[in-house]
């Protein structure tokens, strides 16, 4: 199982970020799908979260309202689109899947069976 997170790199505060993880061996369908991101010295934090079913979906209250998390489950995709980037947003991006056997806990970190290998978004004031 691999799931490979894209879309990091510098972008200045105001601007609009599209970040895409594919996932590879398993039945994308049937996982939860998750944003995190992480900074130097800090724990990681949820950010976004998509129900396999691709409706429900949960916002951290520091990206709610400018963030769109969807998934492409033909693709096997997930992606996270954030608006009026801010400084604050830089860190390490990690996408992960869960299995459906598992509750709807999108903030439970634990519970989570697959990471990424995180994409590095910068952004400058």
């Not at 601007?15 to 398993?26: F, K, P, V």
């Not at 492409?72 to 991006?93: I, K, S």
Request: hydrophobic share 35%.
């Amino acid at each position: 199982v691999q799931l490979q997170a894209s879309g990091g790199g510098l972008v200045q505060a105001g601007d609009s970020l599209s970040l895409s993880c594919a996932g590879s061996g398993l039945t994308f369908s049937t996982f939860h799908v998750a944003w995190f991101r992480q900074t130097p010295g800090k724990e990681r934090e949820f950010v976004a979260a998509s129900h396999l079913n691709g409706f429900v979906k949960n916002y951290a209250n520091s990206v709610k309202g400018r963030s769109t998390i969807s998934r492409n489950n033909v693709r096997n995709t997930v992606t996270l689109q954030m608006g009026n980037m801010r400084p604050e947003d830089t860190a390490v991006y990690y996408c992960a899947a869960k299995a459906n056997t598992k509750a709807w806990e999108p903030l439970q970190i634990g519970d989570y069976d697959y990471w990424g290998q995180g994409t590095l978004v910068t952004v400058s004031s």
